[in-house]
């Protein structure tokens, strides 16, 4: 369980720090299945991912990705009751641009943080099926 949730709020942390390019591996419809999955479980875990469904499809509905709010739609469809937001405690999911221009340096520069995401992306969705499938044989095993 620990480490599902350290993956979501690593996952949240990335949704908030991350270009257009991350966003669109989130919102495929392979890691919205998965997302649902942990959001219909019980425990921390569940509630973090409710929690994180509910927060893109507020900051999503008008971005281009309506699949944040399918999923969230779905699953109010079906009776998920989602907890109650924090909002003293939660961090916008988009913050506005640095007032000051970012230093200069020298060296090679490096492409935008598209391409390295889109290629880690499919990596950290294995991770958290991994985490998630540990997660599912600790509960089963515990119930024996």
Partial sequence: ANVALLALTLLET??????????????AKDFQS????LATGRGEVAAKALSLVEMWADAFQSEGHPQFGQTY?????????????????AAPLFTPPPSAAPAVTTGAVQPAGGAR????APVFVQNLREADA??????????N
């Fill in 134 to 143: 540990e997660q599912s044989a600790e509960k089963a095993k515990n119930r």
């Fill in 117 to 120: 995401v889109e290629r880690e």
């Fill in 73 to 89: 739609a779905s699953l109010r469809s079906k009776g998920v009751l989602f907890p109650p937001r924090d909002m003293g405690s």
């Fill in 14 to 27: 990335c949704m908030k720090n991350c270009p257009e390019a991350f966003h669109d591996q989130v919102a």
């Fill in 34 to 37: 998965d997302i649902t999955r």
